[in-house]
């Protein structure tokens, strides 16, 4: 693995390595559609809507969830194959050194 | 996925969210029985030994590499399953809310 991938890969590993944007990500997932509402994300992770949006940003930014704004709300899915990419990273003994 | 799951998880993902710590992990599994001694890790990431034994450290203590003190040197490799878990987390979509 060469530094650049290095740095690239561990920007998204720094995203999804927190309590809160672990339960995000995993909110989103398990939501109808695997789309999921900011509005429906801030009671189960017992936290004010713009922490919730702050950690939201982190991992749009990240390349891992996307946002759409329709109305009044956004609503975040995940972005398809990102986080395959990453498991691919952890799995591929050999692909580890792509 | 509740909270304790989410603090250890991240725990784990901060271990490797470091280009440095990804790319020794990346070295580690790629090196003859998956298997290196510290004194292998250095050159390839043009960093003392003092730097690559704090990162190791970091690693060993999130469970992700194992140590071995065998003569004068120390020998890191893979805790068989660790990397695989987190993995797991990431493309388990249903499974990230186990």
Not at 6 to 28: M, Y
Not at 35 to 64: F, N, R, Y
Request: net charge positive.
């Amino acid at each position: 693995m060469d530094a650049a991938r290095a740095v690239s890969l561990s920007r998204q590993f720094k995203a999804i390595a927190d309590p809160n944007r672990l339960r995000l990500v995993s909110l989103v997932s398990a939501s109808p559609g695997s789309e999921a509402c900011v509005c429906d994300l801030t009671e189960p992770l017992d936290l004010g809507q713009p922490t919730v949006s702050h950690h939201l940003k982190i991992l749009v930014d990240a390349g891992i969830l996307r946002r759409e704004k329709r109305g009044v709300w956004a609503y975040y899915s995940l972005v398809p194959g990102a986080l395959d990419a990453l498991a691919d990273v952890l799995t591929t003994r050999t692909g580890t050194g792509r």
